[in-house]
């Protein structure tokens, strides 16, 4: 199959295209480099197993370009990371928002399959134990950007399944959990790689808030399989599906975990939320999610548990010669 992957230059886009090449489809990016790079791709671009587009989902004229002739779309570009929704709000909803809008309707127009990455932050602040796909959203004021993501989020997926079904085109939405593995950057906020840097760096481990507040992380590795395998499953069509892992840990556990597993002689430090991200950050307490449509659909099942993935990420780091850049935001 011919599929385009926007941000596929990404941390997740890069594991895509990666699994879509060895799987022998013929796969083209459409990365504007900014979180993603190339350097993602390397194993891919070097061998000429996908091609890069380089340019924005803002281009609409590009994007359909892109879309046209193509068999399936992964639409993964987005403005991501906390770090990057706080210090661009405007910029980081323009992108999540009309992008995506661009991307939906060159796929309805060509009548190419999609699937719309999503997330769970559309959830909020809601800390259910187990979030199902229709669980409330629980937001904060929309006048704190954290929150402009969710709420971007939130729209893309009404955008992309209305112009679905107005229209007939298969459409899967995906809400990731806290997706991590190796490749991914801390540069954007993102704490499993921040803590393995600061711990492999001897450098304090930046806990924000108490501590207290808990994630399930999901491996790349799980959840990139079930990605392509949902568009391909008619009864997934129409649905947002969650993916991700199911082991629960606070981000003091995380600490914890990550400087025992690298025998790291850091110190961990409570960080205040307004120091980290300016005053009136609000976080969630918890988030979890319920997998069971994912394994009903698809037969979605965890394999890789959270030593897993911090083994992965640990070993991945020690190929990076400068693991300050894995913190500094460019
Ligand atoms: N976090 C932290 N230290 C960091 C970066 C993040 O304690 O250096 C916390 C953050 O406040 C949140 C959790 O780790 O409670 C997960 O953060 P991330 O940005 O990775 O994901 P999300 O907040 O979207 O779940």
């Not at 993602?40 to 197993?49: F, R």
């Not at 809400?175 to 803590?195: A, C, E």
């Not at 304090?204 to 949902?230: H, K, N, W």
């Not at 690298?262 to 997998?291: C, K, N, W």
Request: proline share 4%; charged share 20%.
């Amino acid at each position: 199959m011919r599929i385009l992957v926007t941000g596929g230059a990404g941390f997740i886009g890069s594991h895509l295209c990666e699994f879509l090449v060895a799987q022998h489809h013929d796969v083209t990016v459409l990365d504007e480099l900014s979180t993603g790079s190339v350097a993602n791709l390397a194993s891919c671009l070097d061998a000429g197993t996908v091609r890069l587009v380089e340019g924005s989902i803002l281009d609409r004229d590009l994007v359909n370009e892109c879309v046209r002739g193509k068999d399936a779309v992964f639409h993964l570009a987005a403005a991501v990371g906390v770090r990057t929704i706080v210090d661009s709000p405007l910029h980081s909803l323009r992108v999540n928002l009309y992008g995506t809008e661009n991307v939906v309707e060159a796929a309805v127009t060509h009548g190419v399959p999609f699937g719309v990455t999503s997330t769970s932050e559309v959830y909020g602040k809601n800390d259910a134990d187990g979030l199902r796909e229709d669980a409330d959203r629980i937001l904060g004021s929309p006048l704190l950007s954290r929150w402009s993501y969710a709420a971007a989020k939130g729209l893309d997926e009404l955008v992309a399944h209305i112009r679905a079904s107005e229209t007939g085109t298969p459409c899967v939405s995906y809400r990731l959990f806290n997706v991590v593995g190796p490749r991914q950057t801390g540069r954007y906020g993102m704490v499993l790689p921040r803590f393995v840097a600061q711990a492999l760096n001897h450098e304090p481990i930046t806990v924000y808030g108490d501590g207290t507040q808990r994630r399930c992380f999901g491996s790349v590795y799980d959840v990139v399989p079930a990605m392509v395998e949902l568009l391909r499953t008619p009864a997934a069509h129409g649905r947002a599906v969650n993916l991700g892992g199911r082991e629960e840990i606070s981000i003091r556990g995380l600490a914890e975990k990550i400087k025992d597993f690298t025998g790291s002689t850091s110190d961990i430090q409570t960080v205040p939320y307004d120091v980290a991200y300016g005053s009136g950050f609000e976080d969630m307490a918890r988030r979890m999610p319920d997998l069971s449509l994912a394994h009903e659909l698809i037969g979605y099942t965890v394999r890789y548990s959270l030593d897993d993935i911090v083994r992965s990420v640990v070993e991945d780091s020690y190929r990076v010669d400068d693991r300050d850049s894995l913190l500094a935001t460019p």
